[in-house]
């Protein structure tokens, strides 16, 4: 089951109106949605249950596994991160269509919507840090996305605490437009293929920020989900906690907001810009969990 009364309003219990409101495609209440404009985001708790954490834990892990270039792992191996990976398992590839997911990205973007990238992010112990940056800024420099109209979506499949390296945000961050410069580092400890398409942000311009807009951890049981703006500044520091911390991301454009280079493998960034179209709300736990029976979009990373 999924709880989309959390969608529709936290502090409520009218589950007829969670329905028409669901129904009607605007699930966030006027509050949620002010907030997210404000702070550049929300967190949205009890999204998915156990059941379906479960079915979303399990599908990460196994395509983790994966041996392709998609994987990027850790120094000692270890896979820590699967791009694309709504293109290899259809678990995952119904996540992108849940409503829970689907509904609040098409209310706050406006439009339909695509996946522009996906990815597993399994925060190991004592692996790497992910650097401040802005998800929109690779996306529009490098997959050429025009404009910076876009949510990131995460879903929490481990409990996020600040004892095992949480996202960190700067709220309101994402008003400040692109922040980030076109700057390599050749030691960054990510895997070859981010850096070469990372672009940082100084220590300077994220002190001016910090000291104006404050800096957030996001945290939340497993199950939540967090919706942000893809301009908001953002990364997180090393795990030293014994704790995994798996996070789903799903990053959404609206469909007049596409990629245009091509430039980077479609694991990377989309080539599918068709309007997802919502499943049911039961779709990850239908079948028993096992993969179901939907459209994966496509089998595997096409050649950029
Ligand atoms: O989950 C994290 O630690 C950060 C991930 C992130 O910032 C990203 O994938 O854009």
Request: aromatic residues 6%; contains cysteine; hydrophobic residues 40%.
């Amino acid at each position: 089951m999924s709880n989309m009364s959390n969608l529709s309003n936290p502090s409520s219990t009218a589950t007829t109106a969670t329905t028409a409101a669901t129904a009607a495609g605007s699930p966030l209440t006027h509050a949620q949605v002010r907030d997210y404009r404000d702070q550049g985001w929300i967190v949205l708790p009890d999204v998915f249950d156990r059941a379906e954490v479960g079915v979303l834990a399990a599908a990460a892990e196994e395509v983790l596994d994966r041996p392709g270039p998609e994987v990027g792992r850790e120094r000692n191996g270890v896979a820590s991160i699967c791009w694309g990976m709504h293109l290899f398992d259809e678990r995952l590839a119904a996540l992108t269509r849940h409503p829970a997911l689907l509904l609040p990205a098409r209310q706050l973007l406006g439009n339909d919507v695509f996946v522009h990238q996906s990815r597993i992010n399994m925060k190991q112990p004592n692996g790497s840090v992910v650097a401040w940056h802005q998800d929109f800024g690779t996306y529009h420099r490098v997959d050429g996305v025009p404009e910076p109209r876009g949510i990131m979506i995460a879903v929490f499949v481990d409990d996020v605490s600040v004892v095992n390296a949480p996202l960190l945000a700067v709220p309101g961050s994402h008003r400040e437009g692109l922040v980030s410069t076109a700057g390599i580092d050749p030691d960054s400890p990510d895997h070859e293929n981010v850096s070469t398409y990372r672009y940082d942000i100084t220590d300077e311009t994220m002190a001016d920020l910090v000291g104006r807009y404050g800096l957030e951890a996001i945290t939340g049981d497993a199950g939540s989900v967090v919706l942000m703006d893809m301009t908001v500044v953002h990364g997180s520091s090393i795990n030293i906690s014994p704790l995994r911390r798996l996070v789903l991301y799903v990053n959404m454009c609206p469909v007049d907001n596409r990629g245009l280079s091509y430039e980077r493998p479609e694991y990377f960034a989309a080539r599918d810009f068709a309007p997802l179209q919502p499943l049911p709300p039961d779709c990850l736990i239908r079948d028993g969990g096992q993969p179901a029976a939907v459209d994966p979009g496509r089998p595997g990373p096409a050649e950029p």
